[in-house]
């Protein structure tokens, strides 16, 4: 009977398919598998859309999470500083100044991460 063989991702040599290790260097074979299907495309229109709708949504989305917190820190800390000398319009300006803001770096980033991906 014949042994089932593959090829190491590692290292390249032929090895065993039932090996759940590389004998030549040790690396394990099963993590390679587990981590293929989490390279997932991303939605950009999502990621725009969701920065529209809340500030640092779409960061928040393409799990870059300390970007999404900077966009929202920024936007409340303006609004917080400056809230008593604006009014109820000119604090509406600022918030969707932001999200909008937010939406653009959302879009770049959707776009570099899918092209990271391929
Ligand atoms: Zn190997």
């Known amino acids: 009977m014949e042994k089932k063989t593959k090829y190491c991702p590692f290292c390249g040599n032929e090895i065993d398919s039932a090996y759940l290790n590389c004998p030549i260097c040790g690396k394990s074979q099963y993590s390679v598998m587990e981590i293929k299907p989490k390279h997932k495309k991303k939605n950009m229109l999502l990621a725009v859309f969701l920065s529209l709708l809340f500030t640092g949504l779409g960061q928040a989305y393409l799990r870059q999470w300390f970007r999404g917190l900077a966009f929202i820190i920024s936007a409340f800390s303006i609004v917080l500083f400056l809230g008593p000398y604006l009014t109820d319009e000119e604090i509406m300006i600022v918030g969707v100044f932001f999200g909008i803001l937010s939406a653009i770096?959302?879009?770049f980033l959707?776009?570099?991460?899918?092209?990271?991906?391929v």
């Open 105 to 107: 770096d959302a879009y």
């Open 110 to 117: 959707a776009k570099k991460i899918n092209q990271s991906s």
